[in-house]
Nanobody, 115 residues
Framework: QVQLVDSGGGLVQPGGSLRLSCAAS????????MGWYRQAPGKQRELVAG???????NYVDSVKGRFTISRDIAKKMVYLQMTSLRPEDTAVYFC?????????WGQGTQVTVSS
């Protein structure tokens, strides 16, 4: 059974930092492209950061230089280090694992950036 468990969200002041974690199980982790998406109220879900099975990373323009995606293949973990957080980063963040044979989602973790 495939399971992605997201954690690490919370309330943080503008300019603060958070690290999100995603624990994967039931998948051949190293063969999946992993990503972090977010969805704000009234908006579509968007890809924030991705890391391919080969280790290449990509980011949406709005987070470049502030967010870093990484993974630990041995632990089957994906991380999103978020710095210099802004109110517009407020959203539910979802971990995603994708390849041709499957597409899986975590349950989401709320990130709120507010003073």
């Amino acid at each position: 059974q495939v399971q992605l468990v997201d954690s690490g969200g919370g309330l943080v002041q503008p300019g603060g930092s958070l690290r999100l974690s995603c624990a994967a199980s039931g998948i051949f982790f190293s063969t999946y492209n992993m990503g972090w998406y977010r969805q704000a109220p009234g908006k579509q879900r968007e890809l924030v950061a991705g890391i391919t099975s080969g280790g290449s990373t990509n980011y949406v323009d709005s987070v470049k230089g502030r967010f870093t995606i990484s993974r630990d293949i041995a632990k089957k973990m994906v991380y999103l280090q978020m710095t210099s957080l802004r109110p517009e980063d407020t959203a539910v963040y979802f971990c995603n694992a994708a390849r041709a044979s499957g597409n899986y989602w975590g349950q989401g973790t709320q990130v709120t950036v507010s003073s």
